[in-house]
């Protein structure tokens, strides 16, 4: 039998009895008057009566309070049960409007009528993302810095001050703490099935939830002040993430098969799959993705625990360990330094999505900004639930007992087989940074194009008569690739002319299109990429404004209306251009040539590697002065000429010493 099939929970003993048994033992009928007053207001000091507090610290006692506090649920659960839809929005929509998602809350009081287990799931879930959103916001009131965690954001002083502590108490009860029902974490990190979550706790939080914008409006209006709410984040250049053909009907039909006979899937969690594929169906994107995230960390601890011969970390772990989520399951090491053996299950291109869709800083980092409440869900897009779902139905394919060449081979699910096998990572710093330096090609590339007045009129330029200087850095540029073309790729190098402008861009095409190992790179090749990235970012700088200044410049030309120092001003930059356009192209392909070697820094010696680091600095410190003296206010081409002569003799010292990357080939 498949271990898919045998796991019944994913939830530790102590855990399950916490939130499936605790909150019923108690079998008092509870009067929701009791916390509910006439006119609607929550009665918070009887809710708070029913946390209970440990003698010895005075900390909170969470099982002896979710024991009080299960009839308090149940009250509140039936209350709800027993309102039509307008009676609850009558009574309890405005107290949701400081949460910016009302419409929200009450598709969740929908979900309580009809008590269906995924629909309640997904619904807390929902909730407790927005409501940690929401209250980030309240703690920027008085707070600056907002704190990343939920746990760190209820035990805050500043929301203790807006709320009281005794009301924090309350929510840490439910969410927020490992200790207590910690229902925000269990459902996201997929630890709970369907069956798990009572619909009580669920109704609760929507109850309490009110009952704090009943607590805010007084705070608000006492302190006169305006709660405002941070703008979501917007997944931008959408392109980037399409990796994947657009999923049709056929295929998530054909995924609604995979699921029932895909070892990836626990037998438990099987309705989660197929309520995410049907809100895919039904274009309800966020949440096919809310559903559908917790069920791939299920299915990939499910790998992780095997593959690494630990199948206790299955399971939740209890408040004094570690939970097995995304960061242990994507990580190098395990905690016990042994190497995680997962990689090498999963291989480097699904390694590569997961951290480029989770976890990459630059990437959409989907889970956190979903489970952390940054995106409106109204507008979730398309694209980035097609990409999910079709990696989940490669990993369904791939990790199953039963024989799946038909399904792999199906004219639907192929593509995307073949997809996932040449994924490439396009979020860590290394793709990041041939995406730069392609781009800053493709700025310099138009210099050439712009308009310009007459060769004469730049030749009477006083002091560069001939372009000498200019001459002189050229000659220095073409001995340096020269020196270095034995380290290129030889159909991408001319030595009649090694800085021919299309043969520059069609190098760094083809460098840019080797791959490089991008998952865990060690912390000298981190640090080497944060130099060049600045460096390309500084380039791109100067290129983009040598662009405005000879645009602007030319047309105030042709109308006449530059003034003689203006005139002189604007012919020493079009005189500067022969120079900067070869040296910022020599910059490129030195940075896409180290790059591509970037992994043998680590072979550098400790005292070698730090000249090496204060080398490219001191080249990052060029471009640095370069974007200041290219600037529309300081037009220093003088200096430029200067510093870029001084600059080049740097480099050429350090290739004639065999410093560079790429010289650590041969």
Known sequence: MALSDSVTTCLSLPVHYLICKVGFEKKDTYDINNILSENGEVCWQAVTEHVCYLESDQSVDYIKSIRSLGPVCESVYLHFKSLTKEQFVIQYALWFHWTNCTELFIEVFDVLQHTQTTGVALGLMKLTSCLERALGDVYLLIGK?????????????????VFGQAVMNVLRVFIGSPYGLNLRNVLWHGFAS??????????????????????LQMYLLQNKCILVHRPYVIFVSLEELDVFPDLNHEAVSIAEELVN??????????PFWMAALTAFKQSRYADCVILLL???????????????????????????????????????????????????VLEEPAMEFLWDFLNHQEGPRVRDRLSHGEINLEAFPREVANQIVAFAITLLCRFSDEDMFAFKEHMVIKPLMNCASCYCSRFHPISRLKKQVLECMKSIHLWPELPTVPEEHVQTIKGLEGNTEASTLIFMISEILSQLQQYMPQNCCSSDDPINNVLTERLLTELCDTRICTLYSPRPVLEILVVLRKMSTQCHQVSEQVIASTKLRYKQWMNKTLRSRQRHNYLRMLSSMKFLSPVLRLILVLMTVELVNVHLVCKKNSSDYQ??????????????????YTSPEKNKWDETLE????TL???????????MLMQLTT
């Open 294 to 344: 917790p069920q791939l960390e299920v299915g990939l601890r499910l790998l992780f625990t095997t593959a690494n011969k630990c199948q206790n970390r299955l399971l939740t772990a209890e408040s004094s360990a570690l939970y097995t989520t995304f960061d242990e399951m994507l990580a190098k090491h395990l905690d016990n330094e042994e190497v995680n053996q997962l990689p090498s």
């Open 261 to 270: 006979l895909s070892s990836f899937v626990l037998k438990t969690m099987i």
């Open 649 to 659: 003799i740097k480099i050429k010292r350090i290739s004639d010493r065999k410093l």
């Open 611 to 628: 000249q090496y680091l204060k080398f490219l600095k001191s080249v990052l410190q060029y471009t640095e002065n370069l974007v200041t």
């Open 643 to 646: 510093l870029t002569n001084k």
């Open 194 to 215: 369907p069956k798990e979550i009572p619909a009580k706790y669920c109704a609760m939080l929507l109850f309490l939830t009110a009952g704090l914008g009943q607590l």
């Open 145 to 161: 810095d907002c704190p990343f965690l939920l746990r760190d954001l209820l035990a805050s002083e500043q929301l203790a001050v």
